[in-house]
């Protein structure tokens, strides 16, 4: 059968290793707050730190004046095999151990003082130490500075409500056994300890009440109306404490020889020698071993349950910022091409429509190309004034015989010119919109985030492909408007004269107009041009979309990444490697999360197999 102290120094090494993880929990309950342990509390000069003395068998802790604990100590005591050496281990100095005792209390100040500063402030941030004897029991005490009434020279205001809400930050969890210590020679209904545990523990569940000082009560007088529970009833008994004198203490008595003292006290006392068997600091750190042990066992499915929990949370957080790289190339490929996958997947949802950012590319067709169009000016180009100029230029010094052809042309070559810059603008839109889907696309792939190096070669490739397809679609475009200008629709010219020659036959039936060059046939010439242009104008809102969407669009979704995969074929590992160096700070809380899985998963075990023992 497993040993109360298995149990609970099971419970300690956990609670350790949580405290070197840092695993004091974010959201909800951590493993440490719910793991139980017992916290000491009372007054200043109440006699806290003589009681855990006794219970270690050690001098070790700082003593003086006013408020001398100022950090929380963490007290792990582990018992071990008769005959072997005493020593303490403190967390922030590992793997140092500490064998004169007089050294361990040396260092409680100095780490103190390395928080707080020589002064008499408090700090929040506990000191770990465990203390390794055959002469304790598997225990874990926290010392908390006592508390006091009123700020003394050289402590803050607040001093009085740090302390209190200090304290209460251990004594309220619900997993926490309140050790509330009370000087005899002081009325119990003004205990401090008392009065905080009735607070946070009011059916006294948790509370173990502890009466010290018994040996410095007025003569006559005794502690019996408290022991036996008639002045304040605890669900637990009371224990008393008889410390070492302040004469025992200027002479160094051996704390096992004060043990001693201590009994030999309760078994001569003709007030409490009837409670002798239950009383002092040994019988103390028994009573709480063995209830520490009654706790940890009935909270074990309760323990085990938030263990499971936060398995499966931290599980689910590896999963999401990525699991660990093998080292061999294959494995670093394959792991490449899943990050790229990854970003095509989202930038595809991005243009289909799964997420915003694509219809801004419809929003360049619809309403950027249409309006740039309209501004085209082809009233200015056909206007009287520049079709008589081009007209009469067209044919040099010969003078043109039926038709003005070379003028018609000039002026439709001029005047499908102005096309390209609306078709250019067109391709440079719908990059813009591309290049920015990529940003995004970068920015809301969850698995990119872990390698800096490999985004920055993704961006770089998918730019310079993007680039490569603005160029190409800038060619096309480019050359719809030269297929215009090359070969023109004769159809639309031959109807606009048929209909141009009925309406003067039927206006002058004797003859052709002999006025066919004036003013009203130029502005026939510039209506006949204008007309033909907005055809070719209709035409260009639906080729050059046509055009884009070819060469920018569908090809940024069939091979934006084509080149770079190409490139990949082609790289060493060491080329590989270094494209999946992880952020720092990813990497350092994998390893956090990784090492917190392992102790979970650690302490589930252990603490399961001795569930059923």
Request: net charge neutral.
């Amino acid at each position: 059968m497993a040993t109360m102290e298995s149990l609970i120094g099971l419970v300690n090494r956990i609670q350790r290793a949580c405290t070197v993880l840092g695993d004091h929990g974010g959201e909800g309950m951590s493993l440490w707050e719910a793991l139980p342990s017992v916290a000491v509390v009372g007054g200043q000069s109440s006699g806290k730190s003589s009681v855990l003395e006794s219970v270690v068998g050690r001098d070790f802790l700082p003593r003086g004046s006013g408020i001398v604990t100022r950090r929380p100590l963490v007290l792990q005591l582990h018992k071990t095999e008769q005959g072997q050496a005493e020593y303490g281990e403190f967390l922030h100095a590992p793997k140092k151990k500490f064998t004169d005792f007089a050294s361990v209390r040396k260092e409680i100040q100095d780490e103190t003082d390395r928080i707080t500063g020589k002064t008499k402030h408090i700090s929040n941030i506990p000191i770990h130490l465990s203390i390794y004897s055959p002469n304790v029991v598997d225990l874990t005490l926290i010392d908390l500075p006592g508390m006091t009434k009123v700020a003394v020279e050289g402590q803050p205001d607040s001093i009085v409500e740090d302390i209190d809400n200090m304290v209460r930050s251990y004594v309220e969890k619900p997993n926490c056994i309140i050790l509330a210590i009370s000087p005899a020679n002081q009325d119990i209904a003004t205990s401090d300890a008392i009065k905080l545990a009735r607070e946070v523990d009011p059916t006294g569940e948790r509370t173990f009440g502890v009466l010290t000082k018994l040996d410095l009560m007025d003569k006559g007088t005794n502690a019996l109306d408290v022991l036996e529970g008639r002045s304040y009833r605890l669900q637990h008994p009371w224990v008393g404490i008889v410390n070492r004198s302040q004469a025992d203490i200027n002479k160094n008595v051996d704390m096992i020889a004060a043990r001693q003292k201590e009994r030999e006290y309760f078994e001569s006392s003709p007030e409490y020698g009837h409670l002798a068997h239950k009383m002092g600091s040994e019988y103390l750190a028994k009573l709480l071993s063995q209830h520490l042990e009654s706790v940890i066992r009935q909270r074990i499915p309760s323990i085990i349950a938030l263990i499971n929990k936060t398995i499966d949370e931290l599980n689910a957080e590896l999963d999401r910022i990525g699991r660990p790289i093998a080292v061999d190339s294959g494995a670093q490929l394959y792991t490449i091409l899943e990050m790229c996958r990854a970003f095509d997947r989202v930038f595809k949802e991005h243009l289909d429509g799964g997420r915003a950012g694509g219809d801004k590319i419809y929003g360049v067709f619809d309403h950027q190309l249409p309006a740039a169009l309209k501004k085209l000016p082809f009233d200015r180009h056909l206007s009287l004034q520049n079709v008589r100029k081009v007209v009469s230029e067209a044919d040099g010094y010969q003078p043109h015989l039926i038709a003005p052809e070379q003028g018609y042309r000039r002026l439709i070559d001029g005047s499908l010119s102005f096309f390209k810059g609306p078709a250019e603008a067109s391709v440079d839109a719908v990059h813009f919109v591309l290049k920015e889907l990529v940003r995004k696309s970068i920015a809301e792939t969850q698995e990119l985030k872990r390698f800096p190096s490999l985004t920055a070669d993704i961006a770089a490739a998918a730019t310079e492909a993007l680039e490569r397809f603005r160029e190409e679609s800038r060619k096309t475009v480019l050359r719809l408007v030269e297929m215009e200008s090359s070969y023109l629709t004769v159809d639309f010219f031959r109807k606009q004269q048929f209909e141009t020659e009925k309406q003067e036959k039927n206006a002058n039936p004797s003859g052709p107009n002999m006025d066919r060059y004036t003013e009203i046939h130029l502005r026939r010439i510039g209506s006949n041009v204008s007309g033909y242009i907005s055809m070719i104008c209709e035409t260009m809102k639906n080729s050059i979309p046509k055009a884009v969407v070819y060469c920018q669009v569908r090809e940024a979704k069939r091979s934006l990444l084509s080149h770079f995969y190409a490139q990949l074929g082609r790289r060493e590992k060491e080329q590989l490697g270094s494209m999946l160096d992880e952020d720092p700070a990813l990497m350092e809380k994998r390893q956090a999360i990784a090492k917190r899985l392992e102790l979970y998963k650690s302490a589930r075990d252990e603490i399961d197999s001795v569930s059923w023992k």
